[in-house]
């Protein structure tokens, strides 16, 4: 099992606005992907939808200002059962956020380039949290062949 | 063990010229570190110096145009004894470098921040590879409270 790991900080931020960007799929169009939809509540399914294809997220976890975690319900074959994981907490003048997402089977090539996006689409969270605006799908961002 | 992955596409560039960037002093100074010195050479170490520390690298493999290894011989602890690896080949229009740190022995909270960090780090290399100017150390893109 190979996981990939990430931490950025947001400053002049407060815990309940990250989460909010995380948790609700107003916050998550303004980021990750534009066309995001679905139930962001406990149980629910939330889709994202990208130029390269479509990932859905069951929600499992949702501790308000601390805490969400997703499991990937559909989408690239590698990511079906993988577990993306988001802590957030807040420490002197920034709030940080501890992202994993766990459960790769192989470290395979697309695993590299799923790890370098997503720190690209946290540079775009940090962005939207500390400026109001990011850079989700389709204006992300590319950074290869790949996306 | 846990490790780092990356992959980035560089266009318009050629398997050499990507190479150059990361075996040179020249190059690297170019995106990771603009205080980069010391010998490039199998063998030799090449000493990376940034605002918080520096970093020392022993290279252990030089393919012309396909492989770069480095062991870090001195740093920040969780680093010491670790191994930086870059693969790199040409794929239709793009130069593609698939990137590994690996030998980390815990996923702490250190190695979340460097996985970020590196991502910022490839997206300079890309850009100093594809438009003639990356951004090291210190005009690099900071990420949180740790740099």
């Keep these: 099992m190979v996981d990939i790991l990430h931490r950025v900080g947001m400053k002049d931020a407060t815990a309940e606005r990250v989460y909010d960007a995380i948790a609700t799929i107003d ?3 303004g980021w990750w992907a534009e066309r995001t939809s679905g ?3 406990i149980g629910g399914v939330i889709e994202f939808r990208f130029g390269p294809g479509g990932i859905d997220m069951e929600v499992v976890e949702l501790e308000p200002g601390r805490r969400v975690v997703w499991k990937v319900s559909d989408g690239p074959q590698e ?3 993988t ?4 802590d ?3 420490e002197g003048d920034f709030v940080i956020v501890l992202f994993r997402h766990v459960g790769w089977r192989e470290p ?3 695993m590299h380039h799923c790890s370098t996006k997503w720190a690209i689409y946290l540079l775009s969270l940090k962005e939207l949290v500390e400026n109001g605006a990011g850079r989700p799908d389709p204006v992300d ?6 996306h």
Excluded: M, N, Q, Y
């Design 27 to 29: 916050g998550l169009s």
């Design 88 to 90: 957030i907490r807040t």
């Design 79 to 81: 990511w079906i059962g």
């Design 108 to 110: 395979v090539e697309f």
């Design 83 to 86: 577990t993306v994981e988001w």
């Design 141 to 146: 961002i590319w950074i290869s062949d790949w």
């Design 39 to 41: 139930d962001p509540s």
